[in-house]
């Protein structure tokens, strides 16, 4: 069974910075799409970061800047560095795996608080 574990989510202050992580696990991690969502209280998920096996990567615009998605393929590991966190980034930030729509797969998340 596919395991997506996030870690790193925490409460911040405006201004600060954090690192996501998450370890996939049974899954051949180099040829997934590796991605980041985030859904707000009342809010739909939506895309934050994704980046291709190739290396390539997407961001919101909302995040473009301040936030850098990598990968470590070694590791089977995706990150999120999170510099210069605003209010309106806390969200739970969920890890996803995608190769296809049905190898389509989902961490249970991880909360990021930024707050004063």
């Known amino acids: 069974q596919v395991q997506l574990v996030e870690s790193g989510g925490d409460l911040v202050q405006p201004g600060g910075s954090l690192r996501l992580s998450c370890a996939a696990s049974r899954i051949i991690f180099t040829i997934y799409t590796m991605g980041w969502y985030r859904q707000a209280p009342g809010k739909q998920r939506e895309l934050v970061a994704a980046?291709?096996?190739?290396?390539?990567?997407n961001y919101a615009d909302s995040v473009k800047g301040r936030f850098t998605i990598s990968r470590d393929n070694a590791k089977n590991t995706v990150y999120l560095q999170m510099n210069s966190l605003k209010p309106e980034d806390t969200a739970v930030y969920y890890c996803?795996?995608?190769?296809?729509?049905?190898?389509?797969?989902w961490g249970q998340g991880t909360q990021v608080t930024v707050s004063s």
């Open positions: 980046i291709a096996r190739g290396g390539s990567t």
């Open positions: 996803n795996a995608r190769l296809s729509n049905v190898n389509d797969y």
